[in-house]
């Protein structure tokens, strides 16, 4: 494993190259999470193809909340990394490992209390709330290990790493589909057997990372860089809690959307679940493109490189469109044979499932190049130390993404849910693009000498 300089070469290049790695680690991520749906949804039936979807925003709540933290944290890291400040960074290093460690503990108390109040909140139809329960306190026993993961990806993505992750990721796809046809089809395991499988998957990624993370030397801090230091835990956390609030409140907003959904019946919540287990497939390339733009703006922060900032943030946007445009032909053209991998039932069941998922993919797919520029923007702040405006973002969408999903139904009938996604997205975005402007402008000044 090697670091990357990204303050030197041509932004457009140095983007591609950092997120091609991603973007195939996330397909494979993508996979497994299809294969656990394809096999839960084939073997197990429609109701617990329901029961899965009733669990996904609570399982992404906090996996959200993880992500936030280990995120916010890498963001010193790309800092340091790009101002070539190696002491600071294995302090940073130091510190982010105890507060992880701190936050694991707590989130995993959390999990186990609030699964089953969170579920009843969404109003979860009774015949796939015990399923869903099981599933969530299963995959929340492993969250210490999704926080070790998250944590040794992101130091080094921070480092300008993308290869690392994506292998860690093409192991963790394998185990998980021999584990889930293991577990779920032969054994008879059924929705726990799925959980399971994923949390050893989990693990088999996050102890590749840590192999990695071991042998650079940069990434390695002393017995002195843990001694307790609370300014440094307080600058982390700083990064850290408003991205991890971000992603909260965005899954609450989604949960209120999705007890809306669990209220038209257990058919519209499968055909509903069916798309979002594409989701993943639609936002791959945002989010690679999404990592790569924090490491850069990062580094080139931390070089004092203003200009090279926007050249990278203008190239990633185009790059970003161009993707988005082609995934949409793709899922509005081949959408429906991989929707049919997901729904079984009679064939009634099937085709109300189907009319519901392919309507939802297709509005989705159109309105997908908003979600692609939402985390270009996002993401370039990000790296630029500010992780509070995408907070304040964050709750634009929550805002609209609810409103959309409480109003929407009521006055135009219950599939006009399915605009509440492109809706969301266009609120956070507006918020995004006005703070880029003012922090460029805020960063110039300061470079330049104005005050």
Known sequence: MKAKDMTTGSPLKLIILFALPL????????????????????????????AVGAADWTNWMMLGIIQGFTQGFSIRISQNFGAGNMKQLKKDVAASAVLSVVMAAVLLLGGQLGVAPILKLQ??????????????RILFAGIPIVMAYNLLSALLRALGDGKTPLYAILIACVVNIILDILF?????????GAA?????????????CLYAVSRLSLLKPQREDFRPDTELYGKLMWLGAPMAFM????????????????????????????????YGLLEIAA???????????????????PERIKKGVRAALIV?????????????????PILKLFITGTPEEIEAAMYIAYRYLGIMSVFLFILYVLHIVR?????????????????????????????????????????TEASAWIGADIILIISYFVRMRQLNRRFSGIV
């Open 320 to 336: 970003a469109i161009l993707t988005s445009a082609l995934i949409s032909v793709c899922m509005l053209f081949f959408g429906k």
């Open 379 to 419: 993401s370039a702040i990000q790296g630029l130390g500010d992780t509070v405006l995408p907070m304040i973002s964050g709750f634009a969408e929550f805002f609209v993404r609810t409103g959309a999903a409480l109003i929407l139904p009521r006055l135009f009938g219950q599939e006009s849910i399915y605009f």
């Open 247 to 278: 992603n909260a409140i965005i899954a609450v907003g989604g949960m209120i959307v999705q007890s809306v959904v669990n209220s038209f019946g257990v058919m519209f919540l499968a055909g509903i679940t069916a798309t979002n287990k594409l």
């Open 287 to 305: 989010t690679s493109y999404g990592y790569a733009m924090v490491t850069y703006t990062g580094q080139n922060l931390g070089a004092g490189k």
């Open 123 to 136: 109003h979860t139809p009774m015949e796939v709330l015990p399923h869903s329960l099981l599933y969530l």
């Open 184 to 192: 779920v089809k032969v054994f008879g395991f059924g929705i726990a």
């Open 23 to 50: 973007m195939v680690g996330n397909i494979f991520q993508q996979l497994y999470v299809v294969v656990d749906t394809m096999v839960v949804g084939q073997v197990l039936g429609v109701q617990a193809l329901a």
């Open 196 to 208: 399971v499988a994923t949390l050893i998957a989990q693990l088999c990624s996050a102890i590749f």
